[in-house]
Antibody
Framework: EVQLLESGGGFVQPGGSLRLSCAAS????????MSWVRQAPRKGLEWVSG????????YYADSVKGRFTISRDNSKNTLYLEMNSLRAEDTAIYYC??????????????WGQGTLVTVSS | DIQMTQSPSSLSAFVGDRVTITCRAS??????LNWYQEKPGKAPNLLIY???GLQSGVPSRFSGSGYGTDFTLTISSLQPEDFAIYYC?????????FGQGTRLDIK
């Protein structure tokens, strides 16, 4: 069974930075596009960013473009999200999600358990 | 960006009922529409991909249909474990967008 384990969440002040990681196992990591999806308290799901299996193509929601950077290390089976200039509205559970496709962002067939990011002064 | 609108926002039903949830896209997305189920404290679970494809392991009482802008998720006979929040998601273009969710409660 696919395993996705997020880490790196925590409490940060507005304007601060965090780096999330997602350790993947039990599937061929480089064969799957990956995404980060977040859920603010008592809100719905919001796709944040995605990356192709090779890492050559990246995609972002308008709300995070220019502030967040997605990357992956296929040799370490790990997905990352570098988050800068954090705002209160970035407070959410951040999920790592595996795509059924390799080269494009389509549908998420496995999810991690999520890591909580809280941005507050 | 493509806006996804679900209806109803909430729904109460009995075990054994047939339930339909609707999702509308702000522009045509072909069959690039997926459905997820979310239960409290758990990550979402993919139910239906490409409008009507049943994800492996998902019970056959779940079905999806639609093309273009209008889509439906149907649960043929509600089971106690089906009470949850359901989201549609378009994968036609980035940014990927989700509907606002439909909460399905026990009546």
């Amino acid at each position: 069974e696919v395993q996705l384990l997020e880490s790196g969440g925590g409490f940060v002040q507005p304007g601060g930075s965090l780096r999330l990681s997602c350790a993947a196992s039990r599937f061929t990591f480089s064969s799957s596009a990956m995404s980060w999806v977040r859920q603010a308290p008592r809100k719905g799901l919001e796709w944040v960013s995605g990356i192709s299996g090779s890492g050559g193509d990246t995609y972002y929601a308008d709300s995070v473009k220019g502030r967040f950077t997605i990357s992956r290390d296929n040799s370490k089976n790990t997905l990352y999200l570098e988050m800068n200039s954090l705002r209160a509205e970035d407070t959410a559970i951040y999920y790592c999600a595996k795509d059924r496709w390799k080269s494009t962002i389509r549908d998420f067939d496995s999810w991690g358990q999520g890591t909580l990011v809280t941005v507050s002064s | 960006d493509i806006q996804m609108t679900q209806s109803p926002s909430s729904l109460s039903a009995f075990v054994g009922d047939r339930v339909t949830i609707t999702c509308r896209a702000s522009q045509s997305i072909g069959t690039f529409l997926n459905w997820y189920q979310e239960k409290p404290g758990k990550a979402p679970n993919l139910l239906i991909y490409a409008s009507s494809g049943l994800q492996s392991g998902v019970p056959s009482r779940f079905s999806g249909s639609g093309y273009g802008t209008d889509f439906t998720l149907t649960i043929s006979s509600l089971q106690p474990e089906d009470f949850a929040i359901y989201y549609c998601q378009q994968s036609y273009s980035t940014p990927i967008t989700f509907g606002q969710g439909t909460r399905l409660d026990i009546k």
